[in-house]
């Protein structure tokens, strides 16, 4: 695999202009989505002709989807009718009711229009009968006729959604916007800015980005952009702004401390893809703070490791990668993030009803940091990719992980990119570790457990005292849910205080080769034993 390498980039999301599918892992309490390509084509999405209005093809771009992709089968019949129910949120007097072959819309207990009803499966004409009705409540309801488009959708694709999985959810034209901007970058200037009574103030410029290479420095008020004055605007506001197409410049003015006239700047856009890794050479170890997992997240991660062994020599005693708190992302970032550190076997599959949704992620030879110690730390906040990469370098007993269970976001969701340049995010597989452990809900169970624990020695005298709580995981071959809800209780997770208990067992651990090596053993055994 190309990610092993130094200096070989990654091939990163699939292609825009190839296909509006995406492969993402996400947390449900983040609005974290992204994407990530595979080493085998995605399945063909379904997209509806442009002759069909936008309205049309977004309701039968999303019933179609759900219907052909999601874990289970739902008639788009059923969905539909969810969809159309949504009206009441913004029309309280609505309600929809099938009698045989049609389908009305009532307002306030008088029907105001009414459509055939389609055949149980075509997402075409359930999507014109949508329209239609829709049509209808905007021509006899005030509050429907007000309503913007967007929001019209959101409450009728929320519907349709609401009785799928927690991580299924519809994100407007603007939410998938910020979406696409976190996994695949933006076109920006290279600043961190914060609030400022005339605009807004530099508080850091990223080394080697326009912004810095045409002058701006830490300290300086942008008071406009593109002749717009900036006081009094929000702060999100300027941010979009200051952002645009990569290659399109973007004309600043600067008022610096000590200068009485304004400087004019024009600077180029370059495409911004957010930093996840970051690094920092401690006692004797390298400690790497991974934050989500964008295309770019096994490129940083590998040029800080052998950065970190550059600096250390012989003297580095191993490498904390600390996963807390990480949401997750890009599922092909986490598998390549993974195969950074193994030389060979399962690294993670993902199964589910869609015939393409069975695939098979294995390591490539080579490893960039052989024979080095590592540490992984996490909490239940670690969710979904950053659980790829924990359940895979523990199952192959790779890595010794200390911290609570994970946050056990098991599944897989592919983004849709809709008509309107809003995002689908449906969940279509479930994850399994590399000895085929399923993530969900239980998620992954460190070696070492600091839920509770003031100190070292607490930590090591409970966890080196009792069975591997893996091993007693692989031990049952059938869990019942039951089983599952106690074995994800066995390392809860409580936010600390005080000193970090985790950076603390993960140094000790290091400082002791033999120490190491018994927690090693103390894991999970390797895949394939």
């Not at 075509?122 to 999507?127: I, R």
């Not at 349709?160 to 200037?189: C, H, P, W």
Request: proline fraction near 5%; aromatic fraction near 4%.
């Amino acid at each position: 695999m190309s990610s092993k390498h130094l200096g070989t980039s990654l091939i990163g999301c699939f292609a825009i202009t190839r296909s509006p599918l995406r492969f993402v892992l996400v947390a449900a309490f983040l609005a974290l989505a992204a994407c990530a390509s595979q080493n085998v084509s995605p399945p063909p999405t379904i997209e509806k002709p442009a002759d069909k209005s936008e309205v049309a093809r977004m309701y039968a771009t999303v019933l179609e989807n759900v219907h052909k992709m999601y874990l289970d089968e739902i008639p788009v019949a059923e969905l539909a009718l969810s969809g159309l129910a949504g009206l009441s949120k913004l029309e309280p007097g609505a309600t929809v009711q099938r009698k045989e072959d049609r389908v009305d819309l009532q307002i306030n207990g008088t029907s105001v229009g009414f459509v055939a009803a389609a055949p149980r499966n075509d997402s075409d004409g359930w999507a014109s009968a949508i329209e239609d009705l829709i049509k209808s409540g905007r021509k006899a309801s005030t509050k429907l006729a007000e309503a913007e488009i967007e929001n019209i959708y959101k409450v009728t694709i929320d519907a349709i959604l609401v009785d799928l999985d927690r991580y299924t959810r519809y994100d407007g034209k603007q939410a998938g916007l910020r979406n696409r901007e976190s996994r695949e970058g933006f076109g920006g200037i290279g600043v961190s800015i914060v609030g400022h009574d005339q605009g807004v103030r530099v508080k850091a410029v990223s080394s080697d980005l326009p912004a810095s290479r045409a002058g701006i420095v830490a300290g300086d008020i942008i008071v406009n952009v593109d002749g717009m004055p900036l006081r009094g605007l929000s702060l999100r506001r300027i941010v979009r702004l200051l952002r645009g197409p990569p290659g399109k410049p973007v004309r600043v003015t600067v008022q610096r401390e000590n200068q009485s006239a304004p400087i004019d700047l024009l600077i180029s856009r370059t495409r911004i893809i957010p930093t996840t890794v970051f690094y920092q050479a401690r006692d004797r170890y390298a400690y790497l703070k991974v934050t989500g997992f964008n295309q770019d997240t096994t490129t940083e991660l590998s040029e800080n490791v052998q950065k970190a062994v550059r600096e250390f020599g012989g003297a580095l005693d191993g490498i904390v990668i600390d996963l807390r708190g990480n949401p997750g992302g890009l599922l092909d970032q986490a598998v390549s993030a993974a195969d950074l550190f193994l030389q060979t076997g399962r690294i993670s599959t993902t199964r589910g009803r869609h015939p393409d949704s069975l695939q098979l992620f294995d390591a490539s030879e080579g490893e960039i940091a052989q024979d080095i110690p590592l540490v992984l730390l996490v909490n239940g906040a670690s969710a979904s990719a950053s659980e790829v990469l924990a359940a895979a370098l523990q199952d192959h007993g790779r890595a010794v992980l200390i911290g609570s269970n994970s946050f056990g976001k098991g599944t897989v969701q592919t983004v849709i990119r809709l008509p309107n340049e809003g995002e689908l995010i449906l969940t279509w597989a479930r994850l399994h570790s590399p000895l085929g452990f399923d993530l969900n809900r239980i998620g992954v169970v460190p070696a070492f457990c600091t839920s509770g624990a003031k100190d070292i020695a607490t930590v090591l005298k409970r966890s080196l005292g009792n069975p591997a709580p893996r091993a007693q995981i692989a031990a049952s071959h059938a869990m019942t849910n039951k089983t599952r809800a106690t074995a994800g209780k066995e390392c809860p997770w409580q936010p600390q205080e005080g000193d970090d208990v985790d950076i603390a067992v993960a140094k000790r651990i290091l400082e002791k080769p033999d120490l190491y090596k018994h927690a090693l053993g103390h894991s999970a055994p390797t895949a394939g034993s």
